[in-house]
């Protein structure tokens, strides 16, 4: 590839946490950024950014059409082992974030990212662990754009939803453009299940509630494979073409259920045809894609080849389907 401009940005006032990580490079209509939302439990201050620097490598070695990187770090909510004094923490670095405050974040910094640099669709985000969760969540119905559904019997003729903002902060400019293609690896989509799961483990619930609180019902709004229909991917995310889910057997954090309770849920999406603008000369297919990786949960970013791999595979998929150049 050819030689790169590395800087980190701001994207907001609330935190030092709200930058980005930007490689810019040579600019191509044709080709993708590839922008990364990494993972920590929503909560874990040493799983930053620069956790995809290793796999951004290894790509940049490649010959894949890429114009650009980036890898947006988010506000994080408490944890437990990386205690702050409220008293003696400013705001502007404390790290007590509660939903919508993550995903609210990561669509800021998709917007910058895209008034910035004009990619509009052509761009495929990644993201790992807790990281899939909220790039899945920035295309549902029910949460993008930080209007997520509230109760209220006087809604639409009682029918006893209405489209609200979940927080008093104004919200961030809505984009222009969702990514034509999400990579999800070692995702999390459906948390109660996560905790049922893991049941006899109460470090589940405890980073869950910390980051969502405990009601179960805001647990499930906020899953991508528990929201289906108008409030889930399929009624937000209209112009999407592909999606990679992969996971591996030897996950000891995330268990293959979570990949199997997302491809479920993805199944009306995959059957319903994307909406191509009438100038785009394509047709309107749609994939979905299991990809098994291998290695603990951590030991994709750390190492940072199955991530790599995750996304070289989702590039061959766009390829053969007409939306990427051949490298």
């Given amino acids: 590839m050819p030689s790169a401009s590395k800087r980190t940005v701001t994207y907001g006032r609330h935190s030092v946490l709200q930058t980005i990580s930007i490689t810019s490079l040579e600019s191509r209509k044709d080709a993708y950024w590839v922008i990364y939302i990494h993972g920590g439990a929503w909560r874990d201050p040493t799983v930053t950014s620069e956790s995809f620097d290793k796999a951004e490598a290894i790509l940049r070695a490649s010959n894949l059409p890429i114009s650009g990187f ?8 408490p944890h437990p082992r990386f205690p702050q004094n409220p008293p003696t923490t400013s705001p502007y670095e404390s790290r007590s974030a509660k939903h919508p405050d993550h995903i609210r974040d990561v669509e800021a910094a998709l917007a910058f990212l895209q008034n910035t640099y004009g990619f509009g669709p052509r761009y495929i985000l990644v993201g790992h662990s807790c990281g899939a969760t909220l790039a899945f969540q920035s295309v549902m119905g029910a949460i993008a754009n930080h209007r997520e559904m509230a ?67 805001v647990w499930d709004g906020a899953s991508p494979a528990q929201m289906v229909g108008s409030r889930g991917v399929e ?21 293959m259920g979570q990949r199997e309770a997302m491809q479920d849920a993805l199944k009306g999406w995959e059957q319903t045809e994307a909406q191509v603008s009438p100038d785009e000369l394509t047709h309107k297919d749609r994939r979905v894609r299991t990809l098994d990786i291998s290695g603990a949960h951590d030991d994709a970013w750390i190492n940072g080849d199955e991530i790599a791999r995750s996304i070289q595979f989702a590039f061959k998929e766009l390829q053969e389907m007409g939306l990427a150049p051949e490298a």
């Fill in 151 to 217: 109760h209220n019997p006087d809604a639409d003729g009682g029918a006893g939803v209405e489209a609200v903002s979940t927080t008093p902060e104004p919200l961030p400019p809505r984009l222009r453009a969702k990514p034509t293609a999400i990579v999800g690896v070692a995702g999390i989509y459906d948390l109660r299940r996560l905790i049922d799961t893991h049941r006899t483990i109460s470090a589940y619930r405890e980073f869950i509630e910390g980051a969502f609180g405990e009601d179960d019902m």
């Fill in 235 to 255: 009624g937000g995310w209209k112009t999407g073409r592909l999606v990679v889910l992969a996971q591996s057997p030897d996950d000891e954090l995330v268990d």
């Fill in 70 to 77: 980036a890898s947006i770090s988010y506000r994080l909510s």
